[in-house]
């Protein structure tokens, strides 16, 4: 097999609680604002520990799909495929552009979960009108492949085309993934990310009742805190990410806008516990020296560092430990922050829009901030890059994604420069 060592970014894709596309999103991280809010997709009550998301907001599948077809498609695929619509029309490939040969054009696109929007829904069909009542599209609209399927069906693609499913490293292991079919030969071209809406109220309270979202119901701007000593919990967010990701060989043919450089990447298991994190973030580690390693990187060549930080007690404590013992001493030189400060965390669809961000910061060298960090916890001392972005060159940056199960996924991005 033809070998290419070099994968590069030149599309990105984005739909968030701050935006629903790249550019909005980036503006609103930028200026350090936060997606979150009161619930409005369900109607909840005092029985609801957790009663604050940060949703997705003015979103009109009609801008971009056919009405039968935004009725047979469950949210997490409608915004799959306009975050991969967004992004291939960045990389000026809506048609191929006559380069790309279909059968070396894939799609891997992950989700947490899928659509349990549906499922919900279903259920509630079944149970009060009966069986015969139950819709012929719930299979397709619910299991989690289908954007990936649906993506590839848009695009032509015709080469390696799948989900990955692994909690919240879903999009993350999407783009490791994507990235070795390219630098090994077998694609010249990728779409790759994920998505993800669960905010119903079956999933809100599965993970409320784990303790694991914030309950500062009062003031949803400020519930997402990151090492800060004041979190307790995430905010469950919605949306998707999708980079296109193409071999460098491809991207020059063709006279493509190169974004940045995907580089390496490091994946593990904690083989520990299926939500808690392994003691001193053991996984994370792994993760983290593997993507130094396969990309051929000293400690002191990251600059910045997009990090997990859920504004969960145990991850933020892990993750903090796991990075000081991979960089040690320049562990105090990084620059690190949790985006999900201001986006929530969206599950299956985070490491997709982690990596868009972390690209974005390698090729503006800005850093965004982490925010409503007011209370430092001791146990967390880094430079998190409070309440405000800085401009700092960043030559290389690392995402990290974390999920339940003990899954680990860190990618390794570095600016473009096209000596």
Same mark, same amino acid.
């Given at each position: 097999m033809k070998k290419s060592s070099r994968v590069v970014i030149t599309g990105l894709g /984005? %739909?968030? &609680? @701050?935006?629903n596309e790249v550019d909005a999103t980036w503006l609103r991280i930028k200026n350090g604002e936060s997606g979150a809010g009161v619930i409005t997709r369900f109607d909840h009550n005092e029985e609801f520990p957790t009663r604050i998301a940060c949703e997705v907001k003015d979103f009109d599948p009609l801008n971009f799909l056919e009405k039968k077809e935004a009725r047979?498609?469950?949210r997490f695929t409608q915004y799959a495929l306009k975050a991969a619509d967004e992004a291939i029309a960045q990389a000026g490939l809506e048609d191929g552009s006559g380069f790309v040969k279909p059968e070396r054009f894939g799609v891997i696109f992950g989700s947490g979960i899928g659509g349990i929007t549906t499922l919900e829904e279903q259920h509630d069909v079944l149970r009060e009108k009966g069986p015969r009542f139950v819709s012929p599209f719930f299979i397709p609209m619910f299991i989690p492949d289908i954007a990936a399927g649906l993506i590839s069906i848009r695009a032509g693609a015709k080469g390696p085309n799948y989900a990955t499913v692994s909690a919240c490293a879903s999009s993350a292991h999407a783009i490791c993934d994507a990235y070795r079919y390219i630098a090994s030969g077998e694609a010249d071209v990728m779409v790759a990310g994920g998505s993800e809406s669960t905010l119903t109220p079956l999933a809100v309270m599965g993970f409320a009742n784990m303790k694991a979202l914030s309950r500062r119901n009062e003031n949803p701007e400020e519930a997402s805190r990151p090492f800060d000593s004041g979190r307790d919990g995430f905010v469950i967010g919605e949306g998707a990410g999708a980079v296109l990701l193409e071999s460098l060989e491809m991207a020059r043919k063709r006279g493509a806008e190169i974004i940045a450089e995907i580089v390496g990447y490091g994946v593990s298991a904690d083989a520990y516990h299926i939500t808690l994190p392994a003691p001193e973030g053991e996984g994370a580690q792994y993760a983290m020296q593997r993507a130094l390693d396969s990309a051929s990187l000293r400690p002191q060549d990251v600059d910045y560092i997009n990090a997990h930080g859920t504004s969960t007690m145990a991850n933020d404590r892990n993750e903090t430990k796991a990075i000081r013992t991979v960089f040690g001493d320049h562990a105090d030189q990084l620059l690190v922050s949790?985006?999900?400060?201001?986006?929530?965390? @969206?599950?299956? /669809?985070?490491?997709? %829009?982690e990596t868009v961000i972390s690209a974005l910061a390698c090729s503006e060298n800005l850093v965004p901030p982490t925010i409503n960090y007011t209370d430092p916890d001791p146990d967390c001392d880094l *430079?998190? %890059? &409070? *309440?405000? @972005?800085?401009e700092s060159e960043i030559s290389v940056a690392l995402s990290n994604s974390f999920g339940f199960g003990g899954h680990n996924a860190c990618i390794a991005l570095r600016a473009w420069d096209d000596e």
């Open positions: /984005a %739909v968030t &609680p @701050l935006g047979r498609f469950d949790s985006t999900k400060s201001m986006t929530g965390h @969206l599950l299956g /669809a985070a490491g997709g %829009v *430079n998190y %890059v &409070p *309440n405000q @972005l800085i």
